[in-house]
């Protein structure tokens, strides 16, 4: 049973540019969350997503950022016009459907976004 | 206001001495405790959940208990692999999102 995975491992994007991060839940997991995590420092939440719903985005900055999980693929998180203070790991988590108890989350390996 | 406080920052153990790092937070109507482990370049590896105080969890020579604001995880007889980041996070009330502390850099030297 594979676990999340996410792609691509390391970006470089110039100031300006797009960037596009994926992440594919494991197998029979329909919640995805991403975080952002910055040197020496812990995970902040950006967006927690069901497929083809965004469930709450209270930790994603309001520009440049979006985030979505269509009903077949991959979520994606985009950030547009990459700046340099973007530049962090970022994380993607995904748990099993959700049913009136806690369920622990399970991360992938992160991308690692770097900004010239 | 930060919802989860770790400490201490950093700890730095020889083989085999016992510690316990702590984990402080102050969300009300707590839904989970959660702790991982991380190593350099990697995601969080799942460790533990804990639910209500009292609860007691262990895995190795890793044990995690929990009180009402705060939770410990204690090393027994550490070894050098141990050496991690360990990082606790808390999921409150209705809400979905983890709230993660800074986490533990431990450093078990042989």
């Known amino acids: 049973n594979a676990g999340v995975m996410q792609n691509p491992r390391h970006l470089v994007r110039r100031r300006g540019q797009e960037a596009r991060l994926r992440c594919s839940p494991m197998?029979?997991?329909?919640?995805v969350y991403w975080y952002r995590q910055l040197p020496e420092e812990g995970l902040k939440f950006m967006v927690y997503l069901q497929k083809e719903n965004i469930i709450d985005e209270s930790g994603m900055p309001k520009e440049r950022f979006s985030a979505e999980f269509p009903k077949e693929g991959p979520s994606i998180l985009r950030i547009q016009q990459v700046v340099r203070g973007d530049s962090a790991a970022y994380f993607c988590?995904?748990?099993?459907?959700?049913?009136?108890?806690?369920?622990?989350?399970?991360f992938g390996p992160g991308t690692r976004l770097t900004v010239t | 206001e930060d919802q989860v406080t770790q400490s201490p920052e950093a700890l730095r153990l020889q083989e085999g001495e016992s510690s316990s790092l702590n984990c402080s937070y102050t969300?009300?109507?707590?839904?989970?405790l959660f702790w991982y482990r991380q190593d350099p370049g990697k995601g969080p590896e799942f460790l533990f959940t804990l639910y209500s105080a009292g609860e007691e969890k262990e895995k190795e020579r890793l044990k995690a208990t929990l009180t009402k604001k705060e939770s410990f995880l204690h090393i027994t007889a550490p070894k050098p692999e141990d050496s991690a980041t360990y990082l606790c996070a808390v999921q409150e009330g209705n809400f979905n999102k983890f709230y993660f502390g800074s986490g533990t850099k431990l450093n078990v030297k042989p």
């Open positions: 969300v009300s109507g707590l839904r989970g």
């Open positions: 197998k029979g997991h329909s919640h």
């Open positions: 988590a995904s748990s099993p459907p959700y049913a009136g108890g806690s369920y622990e989350q399970y």
